[in-house]
């Protein structure tokens, strides 16, 4: 498929284009102003709109409308309705009102709620989130209006990820704004929270994928033993798209342009068939909802070119695990990023305040940051000497920790220029050399005028790492703000604060290779947390400190804050539950067979070349290694059962997923190593999985 970017960007948008050209210019107007949170939407003007965006959406094909919401499974829901509306006389007209657009009715009841709402406790209510455009998705022949939303309880409960994403930006902007108007800016009136979440995923062929029970249920390889080449030649990274993965990348982009994603950048990623797509950066909702639109996009693009997307952490042992990068930055209404250093750092007051905001957070609040990116898959990747490790630390490069240092001694004084690299040609020009390196070992970077948290996992939401990040940057705000607003000399009070943020919070800048284990020993000896499970980060999320943090800012209430807990326990559980439960089926049903067949065939060849008056000592050598292999694979599916039955009594969701972390995935990680080394002895053709070599290589 061809096409005109610029023709075809956000053709399938409600945006502000349309918008301009389908409104009267009363209610635009009207809706700029709830757009810009200056008024609540009237009645009259939601009708309005609401006609004209069914009228745009049956244009395009449209006969159902949806509101679209992201329950705390971190997927999205959506409720299909018909435009159509019957008349008396047997005929039907299409209609869709304000009430229809501003607010739905789906079922709640099936939605974790962690004990927010009983099962037969069914109404919930989804809100349209407005300041999020409203779009037309072609699935097949089926087009349908989407209308992106917020999802509560009957009772006015957040029950989704995007309520706490809205109220964080809300918080985060009162405190920011507070800070501008303290420090002399007197025109800003609202920050923004912006995000561009790289997205890294995997490419299998459908065929394989197919013969692979472990892929089908749970997204990862749970059996496959290390093939002879992986990524030891770095000869993926931003290698030469191959033919069939560029048309893939190709309709997905044109798939995306349409939907008004701004998918920029694409490229081979380090392990094979790992790729990565990166966006432009957008308002944090916005970026949200977009980066659902672009799962699901990669999903449904890759079957049509023969592949499946794989976007688990980690799909296969021993290669790259997938992330997702989020760039979080903040942004005035006047268009001015905060977190832009500009020519002269060292005496930029807002942008060193803005920093330390942030450094402070992620200091006080690495638990936190931390816990939000807990799940079963990022579980195998964090701290694999891939991806950044379980310890949060802040990476500021050269230049802007000599001004940091030069902060905790009582001011800045001057900032390090980066100068001119010169390559040794005539041929080349000399190039402007940034005054800082980059660090992607490091799992929360500064990196030119943003930061970039990287411990993301590649199947989550960002939601759920973006109001944590919105909110625990809003409470240092708050805290700087309370010490501005009262001191009689500004200048002096932020020169204090500056400092005594940069003494404090010392410890959490580390601009060394994350990877080492020296790292490890010194993070410890600084009093960083290294928190290497789901289990145990969760844990931690219901402290006195967090429930005050957030009930502080608005953001999430005890019980709000108890029942997403409980779900992230729950979630845990119940995957790993479903990959033991997977493997023990892919184990007795697939392995053990083919096994115990080439094992016969092992003992026929011994009875052939004995009769045969030959020595048969290096078959019987043979087959006493793989029946040996197999009693050991047949005791540890047995310890494995055990395991899995012993966590499925337990009860309390916490001490569920304990069970799960120090029961069942040790005899998981039992079973998978005597399966793998089988893998490597047995005739390929008896073999019953597709193996790495041929998922990982084969285009």
Request: aromatic content about 8%; overall charge neutral.
């Amino acid at each position: 498929m061809s096409c005109s970017v610029t023709g075809e960007f956000g053709r399938n948008v409600f945006n502000e284009v349309t918008m301009r050209e389908c409104l009267p210019k009363n209610v635009f107007k009207s809706l700029k102003k709830t757009l810009d949170g200056e008024q609540p939407l009237d009645p009259i003007t939601a009708d309005v709109i609401a006609n004209a965006m069914k009228d745009w959406a049956i244009a395009k094909g449209a006969t159902h409308f949806c509101h679209w919401f992201q329950p705390m499974t971190g997927l999205t829901a959506e409720k299909h309705d018909a435009f159509i509306s019957p008349r008396a006389d047997g005929r039907t007209i299409m209609e869709f009102s304000g009430k229809e657009l501003i607010r739905g009715e789906p079922d709640a009841s099936s939605f974790p709620s962690g004990g927010l709402r009983a099962t037969f406790e069914a109404r919930g209510y989804t809100a349209w989130d407005c300041t999020s455009p409203v779009f037309v998705k072609e699935d097949g022949k089926n087009v349908t209006l989407y209308i992106p939303c917020a999802f509560c309880s009957y009772t006015g409960e957040a029950l989704d990820k995007k309520t706490p994403l809205l109220r964080s930006m809300d918080a985060l902007s009162k405190q920011a704004v507070r800070v501008l108007k303290a420090l002399g800016d007197m025109t800003v009136t609202h920050v923004t929270a912006t995000m561009g979440p790289e997205q890294e995923y995997f490419l299998v062929d459908q065929s394989f994928y197919a013969k692979r029970l472990d892929l089908l249920l749970t997204g990862r390889t749970l059996f496959g033993a290390k093939p002879p080449r992986g990524q030891e030649l770095e000869d993926h990274y931003f290698g030469s798209l191959h033919e069939r993965v560029a048309s893939f990348m190709n309709e997905l982009n044109n798939e995306l342009w349409k939907l008004g994603v701004t998918a920029k950048t694409q490229h081979n990623e380090v392990a094979p068939a790992q790729y990565e797509l990166a966006p432009v950066f957008s308002t944090i909702n916005v970026a949200a909802d977009h980066n659902q639109l672009t799962m699901d996009t990669l999903q449904k693009v890759a079957r049509r070119h023969g592949f499946v997307c794989l976007l688990h952490e980690k799909p296969f042992a021993g290669v790259n695990g997938s992330g997702k990068h989020n760039n979080w930055s903040m942004s005035t209404d006047m268009g001015v990023n905060l977190l832009d250093p500009g020519e002269t750092p060292h005496d930029n007051m807002v942008f060193l305040v803005m920093l330390c905001a942030v450094i402070r957070a992620v200091d006080k609040y690495a638990r936190l940051l931390r816990a939000s990116v807990a799940n079963a898959g990022n579980e195998h990747r964090l701290g694999a000497n891939e991806a950044p490790p379980a310890i949060v630390s802040v990476f500021l490069g050269e230049q802007l920790t000599d001004i940091f240092e030069q902060l905790a001694k009582g001011g800045a004084k001057n900032s390090k220029k980066g100068g001119q690299l010169k390559l040794g040609s005539l041929t080349l020009p000399p190039l402007p050399k940034d005054s800082t390196d980059r660090n992607r070992t490091s799992p929360f970077a500064f990196t030119g005028n943003k930061f970039e948290f990287r411990m993301v996992g590649s199947s989550q939401s960002i939601s759920g790492p973006g109001f944590v990040l919105n909110t625990i940057v809003a409470d240092a705000l708050s805290e700087i703000a309370d010490a501005l607003e009262k001191a009689e000399d500004v200048k002096a009070a932020a020169q204090k604060v500056l400092q005594d943020i940069a003494v404090k919070h010392a410890r959490i800048v580390y601009n060394g290779d994350n990877y080492t284990g020296e790292w490890v020993a010194e993070a410890a000896q600084r009093g960083l947390p290294n928190v290497r499970t789901t289990y145990e980060s969760l844990r931690d999320v219901c402290s006195a400190e967090h429930v005050a943090l957030f009930s502080k800012h608005g953001v999430l209430s005890r019980e709000e804050l108890e029942a997403r807990t409980e779900v992230l326990f729950e979630g845990y559980s119940k995957q790993v539950n479903i990959e033991a439960l997977t493997m023990l089926s892919i184990a007795k049903r697939q392995l053990l067979p083919a096994c115990c067949e080439y094992s016969a065939k092992l003992g026929k060849a011994v009875t052939t070349v004995s009769d045969a008056g030959i020595s048969a000592e290096p078959q019987k050598k043979l087959l006493k290694r793989v029946c040996d292999l197999i009693a050991t694979m047949e005791s540890r599916i047995e310890a494995l059962e055990k395991a899995t039955a012993k966590a499925a009594g337990t009860r309390g969701a916490e001490k569920h997923a304990q069970s799960y972390r120090e029961d069942v995935l040790p005899a998981m990680v039992a079973l998978r190593q005597t399966a793998d080394e089988l893998e490597t002895i047995v005739d390929a053709k008896l073999w019953p999985l597709p193996t790495y070599a041929e998922m990982l290589f084969v285009r």
